[in-house]
Each structure stands twice: as structure tokens, then as C-alpha cells.
């Protein structure tokens, strides 16, 4: 599994392991759980485009691996370039 590192002052450091502690988790399961939380929040937020946050990535992640690229001359050629 993939690592993220960042860095934080003593104070900042210790507060989080205090309340880590206090879940009777460590310092990485609490930053873990304290992200997870904030990112399903951030994703089902609507976006100027009506669509989920989380939409709009898979959207972009599909356009990334697409093969199929524009523009095209006709409406037909773009119909028979995504029927391939």
C-alpha cells in the first residue's frame, strides 16, 4: 500500500495522537479514518455541472483511457468511431 507523508509541527503532531489514543487507534488508522470521512463528504458534493465530484473523476478517468478521439467530420464518423 502506497504511503502519504506530510509534515506537521510537534503541537499538531501531538494533538492527533492524543485523540488517536483516545479512539484506541493509532495516529495513521486516525489521520486514515479523519480523511476517508472528509472525502465521501467532498465527493457527493454537486458540482457547476450538476454531477457529483465523484462522477466527474470517473468521467475524467474514462476520457484518459479513451481511444476514441475528435473531432469529427460527420455525426456519422463520430458514430461509427465509438461502435468499434
Known amino acids: 500500500m502506497p504511503t502519504i507523508s506530510f509534515k506537521a509541527d ?4 501531538n494533538k ?22 472528509e472525502l465521501k463528504i467532498e465527493l457527493v458534493e454537486i458540482t457547476e455541472n450538476g454531477l457529483t ?13 479513451d481511444k476514441i478521439f475528435g ?7 463520430a458514430i461509427k468511431a465509438l461502435k468499434k
Open 10 to 13: 510537534d503541537n499538531f503532531k
Open 71 to 77: 473531432p469529427f467530420a460527420t455525426e456519422k464518423s
Open 53 to 65: 465530484v465523484a462522477e466527474e473523476l470517473e468521467i475524467l478517468a474514462s476520457d484518459k483511457n
Open 16 to 37: 492527533l495522537k492524543l485523540l488517536a489514543q483516545k479512539k484506541g487507534i493509532n495516529t495513521s488508522a486516525y489521520i486514515k479514518l479523519l480523511l476517508t470521512k
